[in-house]
């Protein structure tokens, strides 16, 4: 949503200068980075905080590379 936002906004000023922070990702890491399939190691999230076969990491990843590529389709990356 932020991402969404920040696009409509830099489309309607078109300014010379602007900053994203998503810390999303973050957060989605550290609370379910058991989940995911990078993770080597032998602990796992309880079944019932997290579907064994779910990855939010990817899914995060997935969508933080959706929305770079939106700014970078519109030029707003240099």
Do not use: R, V
């Not at 980075?33 to 993770?39: E, H, T, V």
């Not at 999230?45 to 969508?63: Q, S, T």
Request: hydrophobic share 40%; with cysteine.
């Amino acid at each position: 949503m932020l991402a969404d936002i920040h696009l409509t906004l830099w489309k309607k000023h078109k300014p010379d200068f602007s900053s994203l922070f998503l810390n999303s990702g973050a957060h989605i890491q550290h609370h379910y980075l058991f989940n995911s399939k990078a993770y080597a190691g032998i602990i796992k999230n309880p079944e019932w905080y997290c579907p064994k076969d779910y990855d939010p990491l990817i899914h995060i990843l997935l969508e933080y590379d959706k929305q770079i590529g939106k700014l970078l389709s519109k030029k707003m990356l240099k």
